[in-house]
């Protein structure tokens, strides 16, 4: 048992919100740390979501910070409108973009802070040296698109990856994950090391989105309480 388990942020992702009613929607969560908000071009992946509109709407309906997944080809074309809406952090995928690390410059330099994502067939140790640009990691535990779908418990191995880099280093880089995560899924990705955790239909598909988030929360804090 540590003494000192890592802290818990849970992120519900508005993918799976009622969008007729989302700013109640997210001020139902206002228990969370962060919102996610779901960016999809249906190019880069084939859904489509919402843009830098959207996300300035959320903006002004919360004072949680925006967590920001641009599933998109040519993030660094729209770095700037979303600095501009309202995001705290912005993650590209690093399967859109020849320069990773440059881009995350120009969002760290934008006073934004900078993740990278994955899919799950990407590998993640090409980019292990880079760790100390970046200051999140979103290890995809489904195909991104889609909400609703199965968790995929081999992409552990790459948030193991991550925790030894990241702790051997001691970098402040956070670690989270995105897809399929719920109260069957979340205590094992937090014994893997995550301190991030997105949820969205186990969120949003629930009577009571807040009290999702709080058993959620005491889920993943009690995994880690146990490492
Ligand atoms: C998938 C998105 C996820 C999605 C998660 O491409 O990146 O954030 O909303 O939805 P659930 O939690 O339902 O798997
Ligand atoms: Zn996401």
Redesign the pocket.
């Known amino acids: 048992m540590s003494g000192n388990p890592r802290s818990v942020i849970m992120s519900p ?1 508005i ?2 919100a009622d969008f007729s009613q989302l700013g109640n929607q997210v001020r139902a969560v206002s228990n969370a740390d962060w919102i ?1 908000v ?1 960016v ?1 071009d249906g190019h880069f ?1 084939p859904n489509l979501s919402f843009g830098a509109d959207i996300t300035h709407a959320v903006s002004q309906v919360t004072e949680l910070p925006l967590d920001v ?1 641009l ?1 998109i080809e040519s993030p660094e074309k729209w770095v700037d409108h979303y600095v501009k809406a309202g995001a705290s952090c912005i993650i590209f995928h690093v399967e859109a973009t020849d320069d990773p690390v440059a881009l995350a410059r120009t969002i760290r330099a934008a006073g934004v802070r900078a993740g990278f994502s994955l899919r799950p067939g990407t590998p993640i140790e090409p980019f292990l040296p880079t760790l100390d640009e970046f200051d999140l990691v979103l290890v ?1 535990s ?1 195909e ?6 199965s968790f995929m418990p081999d992409q552990l191995e790459k948030v193991r990856l991550l925790r030894a880099e990241i702790d051997a280093r001691g970098l402040n880089t956070l670690i989270e994950i ?4 719920s109260t069957a899924t979340i205590a094992q990705a937090a014994q893997a090391g995550c301190d991030a955790f ?5 969120v949003f598909g629930q009577p009571d989105p807040a009290a999702a988030v709080d058993e959620l929360r005491a889920l993943a804090t009690s995994a880690h309480t146990a490492i």
Not at 144 to 149: A, E, L, R, S
């Open positions: 992702s993918l799976a996610h779901d999809m992946v997944h599933m995809m489904v991104p698109g889609f909400g609703g779908q995105d897809g399929g995560i997105v949820a969205g239909s186990a």
